[in-house]
Structures are given as structure tokens and as C-alpha cells.
């Protein structure tokens, strides 16, 4: 493949590297809720995934492949080639950990506790040039690497400005860009200096067409264009006029791959765990959460009405188990790594006050293992999904697709994923634990036959729009 016909860029990419004992590169699977949702394109001849070396060992794949590209030979991707970008460490850690991580993601997520954050100095301005930096070194990559009228797919917040920089050099290029956060409302997008701001939205707005989880978050967006832009807004057909063009503005609501899915779940490894899982919650309910720790998933305010649940209906002590699944993630953001603390200090004053000398109520796993999250869903009565915002949310759609028996699923209003699921989940504010105790306790009271037809249709709807199509949607809106 000289040129290519579709491009996909994103910070994340499909693989990682370490480097093993020996010195040699080993690699796995990236992971995440983006990587999940494009791992099929991985598999597409004619395509190019453009993404950043995130560790010293990608650095050191990257400059060891000819060109920076990694192909299939080496990485068993399928047909897609893979360009890890070598971008100087301290311009990546201000652009992904500052500017995207740090401060786009506190604002889709409304995050802030604002009294102390965000605070927009000069220092800021100065992480600011590297996000742009970041951002031209991918348009780079990709007017170099498209064909003629190729179709470029960006994704998400951090790289916001991509589309624009793009259609400045390659006008003949066909640009999505899509988004898999939340967008902030422009009541809490104009927290961000006014010109930043309006960058971020004409940056994207050089796509053609710009894709969102859920038409909350498309709305959303439209709003900012008109209030930050003073864009002409089409709320019939959902385009914005802007720079004499017309973006159209679409929601492709992400699904779990059912097929894949189950295909991975069927291997010993799993079979290997959920006989562990087995026997360690014995003839107990169990109430399962999986979610890298993040402060959006709202981990904290979870285990508080598990707390809470146990206070109100002391009857289930002994009789139920609770497995937190709560995967590191973005440990160079202080908040972070501050939240994890809380986490691991709730979950221990938990098992304090309710543990006996045969029952361990609460159970937290922080180490990864996806065969492990996938056993757990299989063996789920009640699976508890309450993050205070969330573009989508897989785990909610994974864990019913993977039910053997059938689990009852809360979920908050505020996931993505409540606009396909609310029907058949019980719906909680995610702010709310007391609201959120009782639900849990309703879920674990709900007959069986109940729970087993709510998890069935939970699991229909789940697969509806599976990765491979979601991305054939994004691609098809271009024409
Ligand atoms: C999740 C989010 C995406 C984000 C991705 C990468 O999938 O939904 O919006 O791009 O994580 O985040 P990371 O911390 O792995 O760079």
C-alpha cells in the first residue's frame, strides 16, 4: 500500500509495546473504549491508523520500523498499516496529559471542582501551542499517507484541531471527526478562555461530518457552535453553516461486538476464571462493576451505596458479594491518582464494618484482566453502571451481551448508553446513593424470569449498531 484510501487517527492505538526482559519488543492490545470500537478496522486492507507512541517502548518500535510503520508482518493487525508518531515527550505530556486529559476531558465530563480548577494562566497558553504542535504532527502524518479523496477519520478531544489543519493542506480530502466523551453544555463549555474555545470548535468544524454517541452530546455541541461561533445552526437537518460550508452533525450510538464478544468469551481462559469466580462468591449474589478508575465513573458514590444498601436492608448481609473491577488509568493525572486512593480506602472501611469471619461483602481487583471481566459478566445477578457522565459505556452493553443467566442492570441517566438502554435497566441519578441503594436492592429482589427477559432485550439492543458498522456509518456519511 503506497497510499490510503481511509485513515483512521487517534492518540491511543490499536497496540502497545513493552519491552521484555531480553530487550526485545512484545506488544498487546490497546485498551479503552476507543481502541474496542475500532478494533475491526484494524483488520482492513487500505488503511492507514496514524497514532501516538505513548511509552518508551513504542518510541522504540516506532523508530525501528522503516518509516514509522509498523505493518502487519510484525504486528498481526490485519490489513491495516500502523504509524506510531515519535512526538518529543514533554510537548506529548502537555498536549495528552494537560491539555486533552487534564483539562478537555475535566470540561466534557464536568469535572471541575471549581473554587481551585481550572485555572487558565500563562503556563496554560504555553501547553496550549503543544496541543496544537500534537495536533500538526498527525496532520502530517495524514496528508502525507491519504490517496486522492481518501476519507480520514479523527477521533475524539485530542485532536480536536485536526480536521481543520487537514483541510488547509489536502482539500480534496473527506473528514469525519467523531467524538467519544460527552460534549459540555455551552453554560460549562465557556469555562475555557474564549479563544481556545472557538479553536477547538473551528477545528473541528474543517471536518464534514462530525459524529457523536448520543444525540445529547450532538446537541450539545450545535448549542456551542451557535453561542461561541454565532454559526448558523439547522435543527431539522442538523448541519451547522460555517466558513461557507456545511458540516453535517450525526450520532452513531456505538455497540458491544456481540460476535467477537462471544467468541472470546468461549475460551479456557474465561472458562478458567468464572470457575475461580465461582467458587470464591459461592451461592451469594453478585453485584459486579468493571471500570478503569476514572473520575467519571463515579466509583466512590457506587460503593457507597453498596454501603448504603447494606445499612438499609441488613438482610442481604452475608448473602450478597460485591466485585469491583477498578483498572488503573491515567496515574500522571493527580487527580487520579488521588481518586484511586479514595477508592481503595472506601472499599476497605467497607469490609471493616460489615466483614465476618466467613464473608468478605466487598471485593476490589485493580489489576487488568480482561478474561477475568469477562467471566464476571457471565456470572452477574445485578451489574452496576453509575458514572456521573459518560459518552457511552461499554461495560454496560458487554456485560448483558455476556449474561448467562440473565443480571438486572442500574444504570445512570447520565451514560450514553441510558438513550438505548432505559428501558429495561434501572435508571439512577448518578449523584444520588441512596436513590442508587435502592435499586440495587430491587435488582437483586427482581425474579428471575423478569431479569432474564429484561437482559435478553438489554442484550438486543446492546449489539445493534456493532463496531464494524458504527465505523461504516462514520465512513458512509462522507459519501
Ligand atoms: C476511553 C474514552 C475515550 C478516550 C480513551 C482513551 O475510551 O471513552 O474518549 O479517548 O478512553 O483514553 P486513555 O486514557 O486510554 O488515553
Given at each position: 500500500m503506497d497510499k490510503a484510501q481511509i485513515l483512521v487517527a487517534s492518540n491511543r492505538g490499536p497496540v502497545s509495546f513493552s519491552v521484555d526482559d531480553d530487550g526485545s519488543l512484545g506488544f498487546r492490545r490497546g485498551g479503552g473504549g476507543l481502541v474496542s470500537g475500532l478494533s475491526a478496522v484494524?483488520?482492513?486492507?487500505?488503511?492507514?491508523?496514524?497514532?501516538?507512541?505513548?511509552?518508551?517502548?513504542?518510541?522504540?518500535?516506532?523508530?525501528?520500523?522503516?518509516?514509522?510503520?509498523?505493518?502487519?508482518?510484525?504486528?498481526?493487525?490485519?490489513?491495516?498499516?500502523?504509524?506510531?508518531?515519535?512526538?518529543?515527550?514533554?510537548?506529548?505530556?502537555?498536549?495528552?496529559?494537560?491539555?486533552?486529559?487534564?483539562?478537555?476531558?475535566?470540561?466534557?465530563?464536568?469535572?471541575y471542582d471549581t473554587p481551585n480548577k481550572p485555572h487558565f494562566d500563562a503556563d496554560f497558553r504555553g501547553?496550549?501551542?503543544?496541543?496544537?504542535?500534537?495536533?500538526?504532527?498527525?496532520?502530517?502524518?495524514?496528508?502525507?499517507?491519504?490517496?486522492?479523496?481518501?476519507?480520514?477519520?479523527?477521533?475524539?478531544?485530542?485532536?480536536?484541531?485536526?480536521?481543520?489543519?487537514?483541510?488547509?493542506?489536502?482539500?480534496?480530502l473527506r473528514i469525519t471527526h467523531f467524538s467519544h466523551t460527552p460534549w459540555a453544555p455551552p453554560e460549562y463549555f465557556r469555562m475555557l478562555p474564549a479563544?481556545?474555545?472557538?479553536?477547538?470548535?473551528?477545528?473541528?468544524?474543517?471536518?464534514?461530518?462530525?459524529?457523536?454517541?448520543?444525540?445529547r452530546w450532538a446537541d450539545a455541541f450545535l448549542r456551542c457552535c451557535e453561542t461561541f461561533l454565532r454559526a448558523e445552526v439547522n435543527w431539522g437537518t442538523r448541519t451547522v453553516d460555517f466558513g461557507g460550508r456545511l458540516v453535517r452533525v450525526g450520532v452513531h450510538a456505538l455497540g458491544a461486538d456481540g460476535e467477537g464478544l462471544r467468541a472470546r468469551a468461549a475460551a479456557d481462559d474465561v472458562a478458567a476464571r468464572r470457575a475461580a469466580l465461582r467458587e470464591l462468591v459461592g451461592d451469594r449474589k453478585l453485584i459486579l462493576r468493571v471500570d478503569r478508575t476514572e473520575l467519571s465513573k463515579n466509583i466512590v458514590r457506587g460503593l457507597a451505596a453498596y454501603r448504603e444498601l447494606l445499612v438499609r436492608h441488613p438482610e442481604w448481609r452475608g448473602r450478597v458479594t460485591h466485585l469491583a473491577f477498578a483498572y488503573p488509568s491515567r496515574g500522571d493525572v493527580p487527580e487520579y491518582r488521588e481518586y484511586t486512593e479514595s477508592v481503595q480506602r472506601t472499599a476497605k472501611e467497607i469490609n471493616e464494618e460489615f466483614g465476618t469471619a466467613d464473608w468478605t461483602p466487598l471485593i476490589l481487583e485493580v489489576n487488568d484482566d480482561y478474561p477475568r471481566s469477562l467471566a464476571s459478566y457471565q456470572l452477574a445477578d445485578v451489574l452496576l453502571v453509575n458514572p456521573i457522565r459518560d459518552g457511552m459505556n461499554l461495560v454496560a452493553k458487554e456485560g448483558p451481551t455476556l449474561s448467562q443467566e440473565g443480571c438486572a442492570l442500574v444504570l445512570s441517566t447520565e451514560a450514553g448508553a441510558a438513550d438505548d438502554l432505559r428501558d429495561d435497566a434501572l435508571m439512577v441519578n448518578p449523584y444520588d446513593v441512596t436513590e442508587t441503594a435502592e435499586a440495587l436492592h430491587e435488582a437483586l429482589l427482581l425474579p428471575a424470569e423478569e431479569r432474564r427477559a429484561r437482559c435478553e432485550r438489554l442484550a438486543e439492543r446492546a449489539v445493534a449498531l456493532p463496531p464494524q458498522r458504527w465505523f461504516a456509518e462514520q465512513l458512509r456519511a462522507l459519501g
Open positions: 484494524a483488520a482492513e486492507t487500505d488503511t492507514l491508523w496514524v497514532c501516538a507512541a505513548l511509552s518508551d517502548a513504542d518510541r522504540k518500535a516506532a523508530s525501528s520500523a522503516p518509516g514509522g510503520r509498523l505493518d502487519k508482518a510484525g504486528f498481526d493487525l490485519g490489513g491495516a498499516l500502523v504509524r506510531m508518531l515519535d512526538i518529543p515527550p514533554r510537548t506529548f505530556a502537555n498536549a495528552y496529559t494537560s491539555v486533552a486529559n487534564s483539562t478537555l476531558w475535566f470540561v466534557h465530563h464536568m469535572l501547553r496550549w501551542d503543544d496541543y496544537r504542535e500534537y495536533n500538526a504532527a498527525f496532520a502530517e502524518a495524514l496528508v502525507t499517507g491519504a490517496a486522492e479523496n481518501a476519507r480520514v477519520a479523527v477521533q475524539d478531544y485530542h485532536l480536536a484541531l485536526l480536521p481543520r489543519m487537514i483541510r488547509g493542506r489536502r482539500p480534496d479563544g481556545i474555545a472557538r479553536e477547538l470548535l473551528e477545528g473541528m468544524l474543517g471536518a464534514d461530518h462530525v459524529g457523536f454517541l448520543s444525540q
